[in-house]
C-alpha cells in the first residue's frame, strides 16, 4: 500500500478523536504484514491519565483481533485537528510499537497531507529500545 493511502486513512481516522480536553486530534493508520489497515484516534479521559494515543488504539485494536506482523504507522494530528506540523509519536507508543515491530523495519510516517510526510525507522526513534529479546534467555 502506498504511504498516500495509509495518509488519507489516518486523516479519517483522526475524526473520531475524543478530546474534550486538549483539542489535539490524532489520527493514526497501521499497516499489518499482510496489507490489513486499522486505524486509531485518541481518547481523551477526564481523569487524564487513562487517554490513550491514537498509535496504541490502533495497534490494541490489531492485536486484539490476532495480528502480531506490522509493516507501517502513519501519524497525524494537530490542534483542533490543523495539521500544520508533524506530528511524532509519544515515548509510550513508541514502546509500544517496539513489543511487536521489529525496529529495522518498522516504518513509522509522520504527515501533514497526502503529498508531505517524512518517514522513518522506529530504530530511529528509539534507539537502544528495549524489548522482547531483552527477555530471553541468554544461552
Ligand atoms: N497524542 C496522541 O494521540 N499521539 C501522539 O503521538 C501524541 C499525543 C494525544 C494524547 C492526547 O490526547 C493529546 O494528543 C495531547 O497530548
Known sequence: MENEELVRLAIEAMAFA????????????????????????????????PTNCAERT???????????????????????????????????????MMEFCDP?????????DEKHWQEYRLQELLPMGFGPDNLKKQG
Open 58 to 96: 490502533a495497534f490494541f485494536k490489531a492485536v486484539s483481533e490476532g495480528q502480531r506482523e506490522f509493516d507501517a504507522i502513519c501519524i497525524v494530528g494537530g490542534k483542533d485537528g490543523i495539521l500544520s506540523g508533524y506530528t511524532a509519536p509519544c515515548g509510550v507508543c513508541r514502546q509500544v
Open 104 to 112: 529495522e523495519t518498522f516504518r513509522v510516517i509522520l504527515a501533514k
Open 18 to 49: 475524543y478530546t474534550p480536553y486538549s483539542g489535539f486530534r490524532v489520527g493514526a493508520a497501521l499497516l499489518t504484514a499482510e496489507g490489513k489497515v486499522y486505524q486509531g484516534c485518541n481518547i481523551e479521559n477526564a481523569a487524564y491519565t
